[in-house]
């Protein structure tokens, strides 16, 4: 059981950058694998990172490979995405989410935040 909220989001220009932040109540955080989606109106929840539990191994989306960078630091219990030479097409809600394996889809997260507006301009 996890609750997570996301905060950070808001509009920032072209080459940029942003850092997202996802804090985590509950009693099984530190061993969840930690994941950040993104989605856009008409489009489906696309996979952006996930961080295993120990922070020891991380997965990035080719479209964000080199630019973003995802952490996390379990006594704070809290996820990080820091978002570097931001694009227009990287404008979208960002979601957080938590789940027992180490996944690149959203079956495989069961705990999801709300979700924060990250909006790009050129």
């Known amino acids: 059981q996890v609750q997570l909220a996301e905060s950070g989001g808001g509009l920032v220009q072209a080459g940029g950058s942003l850092r997202l932040s996802c804090a985590a109540s509950g009693h099984t955080f530190n061993m969840y694998a930690m994941g950040w989606f993104r989605q856009v109106p008409g489009k489906e929840r696309e996979f952006v990172a996930v961080?295993?539990?120990?922070?020891?191994?991380?997965t990035y989306a080719d479209s964000v490979k080199g630019r973003f960078t995802i952490s996390r630091n379990n006594a704070q219990r809290t996820v990080y995405l820091q978002m570097n030479s931001l694009k227009p097409e990287d404008a979208a809600v960002y979601y957080c989410?938590?789940?027992?394996?180490?996944?690149?889809?959203?079956?495989?997260?069961?705990?999801w935040g709300q979700g924060t507006q990250v909006t790009v301009s050129s």
């Open positions: 961080i295993s539990w120990s922070g020891s191994n991380t």
């Open positions: 989410a938590g789940g027992i394996t180490y996944g690149t889809t959203s079956s495989t997260f069961r705990y």
